[in-house]
């Protein structure tokens, strides 16, 4: 539950909530509401309906005010980016690069694809639901290819690589991804891929599922799924914003910094515990679920094995890839 604006902040600050983390959004919404009411004081014989346009005009100029929080963009800008439909996204132009090699994602749904379309569009899961081995053990042999192998020291411990589905990450992630995309489904045993999709191979090749793929990982699927948090921390309406100040300058401590500084009641939802304040899980959290488990798995970043320093865990150390450039233009 929020606080009160005049409550103390949750943070432990010791100063009021207006004051601390109340969101650049709610300020600017009081500060608006203040506004209005000096308008009206000072006013006494305007109307309802000439308050009311007044409001609006302001409202809308702030709105479209570039504000430093969200490093220049305007509130209109990061509500579209918040709300707006994928195919509606303002001020970045996504695009379907050519060659897909170094994106994990998309070579394991080659994998999974090529095997369907030599047996009729389909072929047998395990007794768990999971792909079969042949599959898992031809994903594990591309691992080479991809530019997160220099960072890798064991297979056992890969998220690339796996003696089966469970053990293997990105490759499951992968495929729930094409189920919720629409690409392939499960039924009496086996997977199928749709007649649909099975067309748009045969003519597009991979590069037809890229959107769908990508739009389910940032719209559909559930970031939390693969670790084991109980918080309720959904950071999937700011990941354009998170890659656009990851493409930025790529500085890990710096990202998170920005994120919390434009969206300050994700703290809310992330208790301080014995182990870590507020902000360090949910840095923790945006390093797992975005970076690690986004990012890297689409072949946008590289991420290096976890550091510790004097025994202090340090941030991820991240290497902006270039089918990250390829993938979003920004325009703003």
């Not at 969101?23 to 006013?43: C, F, G």
């Not at 994990?104 to 379309?117: C, G, K, N, S, T």
């Not at 500085?251 to 182990?275: G, R």
């Not at 976890?306 to 233009?329: A, G, T």
Request: some cysteine; aromatic content about 10%.
């Amino acid at each position: 539950m929020k606080p009160g604006r005049n409550e103390l902040c949750p943070c432990s600050s010791g100063k009021k909530y207006k004051h601390c983390c109340m969101n650049s959004i709610s300020k600017q919404h009081v500060s608006m509401l203040d506004d209005i009411k000096q308008v009206a004081a000072m006013n006494p014989n305007l109307s309802i309906e000439e308050l009311n346009i007044i409001a609006q005009q302001r409202m809308k100029a702030a709105n479209e005010r570039p504000h430093p929080d969200f490093h220049g963009l305007s509130p209109t800008q990061i509500s579209n980016w918040i709300c707006a439909p994928f195919k509606e996204l303002d001020g970045v132009k996504i695009s379907t690069p050519d060659d897909l090699n170094a994106c994990p994602v998309m070579r394991y749904l080659e994998l999974i694809l090529d095997e369907a379309m030599q047996s009729d569009g389909s072929f047998k899961a395990t007794s768990k639901g999971n792909l079969p081995t042949k599959i898992v053990k031809q994903a594990s042999e591309l691992l080479p290819e991809f530019a997160v192998s220099q960072f890798e020291r064991d297979i056992s411990i890969s998220e690339y690589a796996g003696s089966n589905e469970d053990k293997f990450n990105a490759l499951h992630y992968s495929r729930i991804l094409a189920e919720i995309a629409g690409i392939i489904y499960r039924r009496s045993g086996r997977y199928h891929v749709k007649k649909a999709a099975q067309k748009q191979y045969r003519t597009h090749g991979i590069q037809a599922f890229f959107i769908p793929m990508l739009e389910s990982a940032t719209t559909q699927y559930n970031w939390g799924y693969l670790d084991g948090w109980d918080h309720d921390v959904d950071l999937r309406p700011f990941w354009l914003f998170m890659l656009w100040r990851m493409q930025k300058h790529g500085n890990t401590e710096q990202f998170i910094d920005e994120v919390i500084i434009a969206f300050p009641d994700l703290l809310l939802s992330c208790p301080e515990d014995k182990y870590s304040s507020p902000s360090q899980l949910l840095g923790i959290m945006i390093e797992s679920r975005f970076i690690k488990r986004f990012l890297a798995f689409w072949g946008f970043v590289t991420v290096a094995p976890l550091r510790y320093v004097h025994e202090l865990r340090m941030p991820d150390k991240v290497e902006i890839q270039p089918l990250m450039k390829l993938v979003f233009q920004f325009d703003v």
